[in-house]
């Protein structure tokens, strides 16, 4: 299986920050990763897919890059509604691992 | 819209079954597969396997393969998820979400709360 490790788990920021998370993979997984934001009591939602194609609806301040083994999701100016935790996902082969999430919190 | 409404809270005793549904609507049902991830109190998310609602090919966990089973009913646009041989450890919420072959889960149920408890 191939595993996601995402950093840091936990990460203190104010609104206004720019702040970026990371996720690698134990291989090679070109760019099928996606990038899924939960709040409490709610399901994930579809942030960004194909590592860096935004889906529709979702701010332009979410941002994705990279390839391969290594990942980035940046928030460029982080808004109220964005302390959550977020997830990276591969889905190049089963099972279609998740990283371990990242909290964001407010400082 | 896409919409994926699941069944309701369950409780059950160690060793039990629980089915789970999840009811599709505002696409073409056939066109997708559907995918089954669970989250433990206070956990991070786990990846169950996925059901195409074209022919019904599954692809489990490995973790999961025997107690698991997955179908979809395209008459009724549903999918279930049955799991067998309930532990404590199966306590989660369980999420259906529509993905298929190289697409992420682009739409979410809002989750089932499975409770196994003696």
Same mark, same amino acid.
């Given at each position: 299986?191939?595993?996601?490790?995402?950093?840091?788990?936990?990460?203190?920021?104010?609104?206004?920050?720019?702040? *970026?998370? &990371?996720?690698?993979?134990? !291989?090679?997984?070109?760019?099928?990763?996606?990038?899924? +934001? %939960?709040?409490?009591?709610?399901?994930?939602?579809?942030?960004?897919?194909?590592?860096?194609?935004?889906?529709?609806?979702?701010?332009?301040?979410?941002?994705?890059?990279?390839?391969?083994?290594?990942? *980035?999701? &940046?928030?460029?100016?982080? !808004?109220?509604?964005?302390?959550?935790?977020?997830?990276? +996902? %591969?889905?190049?082969?089963?099972?279609?691992?998740?990283?371990?999430?990242?909290?964001?919190?407010?400082? | 819209?896409?919409?994926?409404?699941?069944?309701?809270?369950?409780?059950?005793?160690?060793?039990?079954?629980?089915?789970?549904?999840?009811?599709?609507?505002?696409?073409?049902?056939?066109?997708?597969?559907?995918?089954?991830?669970?989250?433990?109190?206070?956990?991070?998310?786990?990846?169950?396997?996925?059901?195409?609602?074209?022919?019904?090919?599954?692809?489990?966990?490995?973790?999961?393969?025997?107690?698991?089973?997955?179908?979809?009913?395209?008459?009724?646009?549903?999918?279930?998820?049955?799991?067998?041989?309930?532990?404590?450890?199966?306590?989660?919420?369980?999420?259906?979400?529509?993905?298929?072959?190289?697409?992420?889960?682009?739409?979410?149920?809002?989750?089932?709360?499975?409770?196994?408890?003696?």
């Amino acid at each position: 299986d191939i595993q996601m490790t995402q950093s840091p788990s936990t990460l203190y920021a104010s609104v206004g920050d720019r702040v *970026t998370i &990371t996720c690698r993979a134990s !291989q090679s997984i070109n760019n099928w990763l996606a990038w899924y +934001q %939960q709040k409490p009591g709610k399901a994930p939602k579809l942030l960004i897919y194909k590592a860096s194609i935004l889906q529709s609806g979702v701010p332009s301040r979410f941002s994705g890059s990279g390839s391969e083994t290594e990942f *980035t999701l &940046t928030i460029s100016s982080l !808004q109220p509604g964005d302390f959550s935790t977020y997830y990276c +996902q %591969q889905y190049i082969s089963y099972p279609h691992t998740f990283g371990q999430g990242t909290k964001l919190e407010s400082k | 819209q896409v919409q994926l409404v699941q069944s309701g809270a369950e409780v059950k005793k160690p060793g039990a079954s629980v089915k789970v549904s999840c009811k599709t609507s505002g696409y073409i049902f056939s066109t997708y597969g559907l995918a089954w991830v669970r989250q433990a109190p206070g956990q991070g998310l786990e990846w169950l396997g996925l059901v195409s609602a074209y022919n019904g090919d599954t692809n489990y966990a490995q973790k999961f393969q025997d107690r698991v089973t997955m179908t979809t009913d395209t008459s009724t646009t549903t999918a279930h998820m049955e799991l067998r041989s309930l532990r404590s450890d199966d306590t989660a919420v369980y999420y259906c979400a529509r993905t298929w072959v190289d697409w992420p889960f682009d739409n979410w149920g809002q989750g089932t709360m499975v409770t196994v408890s003696s």
